[in-house]
């Protein structure tokens, strides 16, 4: 049987260079090679690294950046804004590229479409793997709006916060 998939509204946030269906191919393809994640329902697909652009800037001591701070919720899920802090500049080099995947179940009322599986990030990694940025980490660490539940000890979560801190706090998204 074959498994469906979609790409969710919320992945397409950022332009990459890709043509969608030819992503859902692939991955539909390499069924076989998904990581699940650190919950059920959560899996993740490697992806060509040519297909994404860089998204990560890490920032200098002393330098200026020329930044926004946008506050709003994420196009196509019924969440609480947040913020998300972005600066112009040249992007860190992308060593490889996955996307996340989350199942129909797992979603539930912010699904997309009737697919079983819906692409929720399509991520240009610097380093394997990136920690998730961590306001988003918070979110789903404390179960806030728009957050993805944390399976884990409160030891296993303090560890990940701090993996996810030590990661970004050099670094911006590129706007």
Request: proline share 3%.
């Amino acid at each position: 049987m074959k498994t469906t998939i979609s790409i969710h509204t919320i992945a397409t946030r950022k332009s990459h260079n890709f043509i969608p269906s030819e992503l859902v191919a692939l991955i539909e393809s390499n069924r076989a090679s998904w990581t699940k994640g650190d919950k059920e329902g959560i899996f993740f697909c490697s992806i060509p690294k040519e297909w994404v652009k860089g998204e990560i800037i890490t920032l200098k001591e002393g330098e200026f950046y020329d930044a926004t701070i946008t506050f709003s919720a994420r196009k196509g899920v019924a969440e609480e804004a947040r913020q998300e802090v972005k600066a112009k500049g040249i992007a860190d080099a992308v060593h490889s590229a996955d996307v996340i995947l989350y199942s129909h179940e797992l979603l539930g009322k912010d699904a997309s479409s009737d697919a079983e599986f819906e692409v929720i990030a399509i991520r240009g990694l610097t380093e394997t793997p990136n920690p998730r940025p961590l306001n988003t980490l918070l979110h789903n660490v404390f179960n806030l709006s728009g957050g993805t539940p944390v399976e884990g000890t409160d030891a296993e979560k303090l560890e990940m916060i701090r993996q996810s801190f030590l990661f970004w706090k050099d670094k911006a998204m590129v706007s």
